[in-house]
């Protein structure tokens, strides 16, 4: 079976090199398994009318999940909440309403009604519901509820609770995706490409270095380092960033000197080191990193020292030729010179000869 050579498949090729170099067969796909990480946000009370949520709980994203006692698993919010309302007349100390969301210990507003409670009820009425209220002789058309009563549109159809009876429920988000290879060496070799492919690229390369960027500290005038950056520090040709050392600490950038996470600028500016998607990683560089992962999955899988050792003479050569493209990408000279630049133009001979 040959390796796929054509499209998006530089991952693909990759692991399939990896597989060749330890004596395994090349797949044809990369696809794995998908699970939703699910994690609750917060809890409020509420009931289910076939795809309706009623709750006096408002700005609930579409999206979110929603789950309790008796609710349908995968339950989520379809479309955005609006206000409900409905109309009603009160004779003696009954609340007749074509509605049977309204729920108790709710105050009713309208013409003729000034904050009456409801007490008890919904109970069927021929086509209306009954409530029991706390005052007598009124009349009213439009309601006007308090709290408020926010109705929301649900992905399946189902009855929980009722107005009578909130019930405890739970939103929850989709927080991340965890994918998961059904074939183990697969797995292994996938997974090995990235955890190499992080570690060579921590390292710090022409390619994938930023000199001099801007960031503005967010609104706690902390600076979150993003996950595809791997090392961030302080520019050192600006004197607003003496006397500071910055690390990474949680996530964040800390200020050593000062012992803080506090950042007061208006504009940071950083040298940072970034993660690049592997398809973007120049070849020689690229190329070490499937040399240095076969080698590991080498040790992992097959356990060969012979194997081992001959991988490892081909993981040296290729970093050989990493760090030879890199020192000629990078104009480096051991007379040193301005980031970006290289004044530095070393002695030719034929310059001479050609005179």
Not at 92 to 106: E, R
Request: proline share 6%; aromatic share 10%.
């Amino acid at each position: 079976m040959p390796f796929p050579t054509t499209g998006s498949n530089t991952e693909l090729q990759a692991v399939n090199q990896i597989l060749a170099s330890v004596g395994q067969a090349p797949v044809s796909t990369l696809t794995t398994e998908e699970i939703l990480v699910v994690n609750e946000v917060s809890r409020f009370t509420g009931f289910l009318d076939s795809t309706s949520l009623f709750t006096t709980t408002s700005n609930i994203p579409v999206g979110t999940y929603i789950s309790g006692i008796g609710v349908s698993s995968n339950t989520s919010i379809a479309a955005a909440e609006t206000v409900f309302s409905t109309t009603g007349s009160i004779t003696s100390n009954v609340l007749t309403s074509p509605s049977p969301y309204l729920p108790k210990d709710t105050f009713v507003s309208g013409t003729g009604i000034s904050n009456v409670i409801i007490q008890s009820g919904p109970t069927p009425n021929g086509a209306n519901y009954d409530y029991v209220v706390s005052a007598p002789n009124a009349a009213s058309t439009a309601l006007t509820l308090d709290p408020v009563l926010y109705k929301y549109t649900t992905n399946i159809s189902q009855t929980v609770g009722s107005a009578a009876n909130f019930i405890d429920l739970t939103r929850a988000i989709v927080t991340k995706k965890v994918e998961t290879q059904t074939n183990p060496d697969v797995a292994i070799a996938y997974n090995t490409l990235m955890e190499v492919s992080r570690e060579v690229q921590a390292e710090g390369w022409t390619f994938n270095k930023e000199y001099n960027l801007s960031i503005t500290p967010n609104a706690n005038d902390e600076v979150l380092i993003p996950e595809d950056t791997l090392q961030m520090d302080l520019n050192s040709n600006y004197t607003q960033n003496m006397n500071r050392e910055s690390v990474n600490r949680g996530g964040k950038l800390y200020d050593r000197v000062n012992h803080t996470y506090t950042w007061t600028d208006d504009t940071l500016y950083v040298d940072v080191v970034k993660q690049l998607p592997f398809d973007d990683i120049p070849t020689p560089i690229r190329s070490f990193i499937i040399a240095r992962a076969a080698s590991i999955v080498s040790s992992r899988v097959i356990g060969d020292p012979n194997q081992y050792q001959m991988l490892q003479q081909k993981e040296a050569f290729a970093r050989a030729m990493a760090l030879e493209y890199e020192c000629n990408q990078g104009d480096h000279t051991f007379f040193g010179s301005p980031q970006g630049q290289n004044y530095y133009q070393s002695y030719q001979p034929y310059n001479a000869l050609y005179r």
